[in-house]
């Protein structure tokens, strides 16, 4: 999180979010008994909405999303709804510090080159689509990050994704996964693609890095070299 973010739900009349993540924030010094309004998962729209209502009727509001709101998270959704209802009220993006570059700190510094993103749940996004951009990603030698990689009920798109990725890239070719990255119970583990297949998948509280074809492991921390000469 960074101060400005800490600040903004310091600032906020209410609190709207995930239940999680509700949870952490009532645990740091921002909070300070604001209203609330959490929901679970899938319920985002619902959430939103509620929220764009409030703030229509003059209250501050704070929506939580973990890591960058701009990052699957919650900014689209709610310039979204504010375009549906016609709402007319201030409105800011405040930046956070998203997972995928988190969790590359923690690695050692394996996105200094070109990178993709991609979101392995196919809960709004078709799988198709999906895998088609693994295929790009992989065939275009970008260092990989994968988003929501696993869940109990949805493994396919991780088991197609490291197929896929796997007839471009070696199977020593270095990974990363970091669990809970910044939070309590923080884990970090390097790893190989074949061990990434072969494994227990990763859950839905971590991301998973996976090098390009330059990327190395030195003393336990990853690089993907920029291309300096030394
Ligand atoms: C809906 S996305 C939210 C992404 C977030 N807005 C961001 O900027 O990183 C949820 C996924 O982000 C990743 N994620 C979010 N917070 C994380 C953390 N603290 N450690 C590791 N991965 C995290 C996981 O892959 C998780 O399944």
């Given at each position: 999180m960074t101060c400005r973010a800490a600040r903004a739900i310091s600032e906020a009349d209410l609190l709207v979010g995930y239940t999680t993540y509700l949870n952490l924030v009532k645990k740091m010094d921002c909070f300070h008994g604001q209203e609330t309004y959490a929901t679970g998962m899938k319920h985002e729209s619902e959430r939103v909405i509620h929220a764009v209502d409030a703030a229509c009727r003059g209250k501050r509001v704070a929506v939580i999303s973990s890591g960058d709101a701009g990052v699957y998270g919650m900014?689209?959704?709610?310039?979204?709804?504010?375009?549906?209802?016609?709402?007319?009220?201030?409105?800011?993006?405040?930046?956070?510090?998203?997972?995928?570059?988190?969790?590359?700190?923690?690695?050692?510094?394996?996105?200094?080159?070109?990178?993709?993103?991609?979101?392995?749940?196919?809960?709004?996004?078709?799988?198709?689509?999906?895998?088609?951009?693994?295929?790009?990603?992989?065939?275009?030698?970008?260092?990989?990050?994968?988003?929501?990689?696993?869940?109990?009920?949805?493994?396919?798109?991780?088991?197609?994704?490291?197929?896929?990725?796997?007839?471009?890239?070696?199977p020593e070719t270095p990974a990363g996964i970091v669990r809970n990255a910044g939070r309590a119970g923080e884990s970090v583990k390097i790893t190989n693609l074949w061990h990434l297949e072969n494994d227990e998948p990763p859950d839905m509280l971590s991301t998973v890095v996976i090098g390009n074809s330059r990327t190395r492991v030195v003393s336990g921390r990853i690089i993907t070299p920029r291309g300096y000469e030394l």
């Open positions: 900014a689209g959704l709610i310039l979204e709804v504010m375009e549906a209802t016609g709402a007319d009220v201030p409105f800011e993006v405040v930046p956070g510090i998203p997972a995928a570059n988190a969790a590359a700190a923690r690695l050692g510094a394996p996105l200094m080159h070109d990178y993709a993103t991609i979101s392995l749940s196919d809960l709004l996004t078709p799988l198709p689509g999906i895998l088609d951009r693994v295929g790009a990603a992989a065939e275009a030698d970008f260092v990989i990050v994968l988003y929501n990689p696993c869940s109990a009920r949805r493994q396919e798109p991780w088991r197609q994704a490291l197929s896929i990725i796997k007839k471009h890239r070696q």
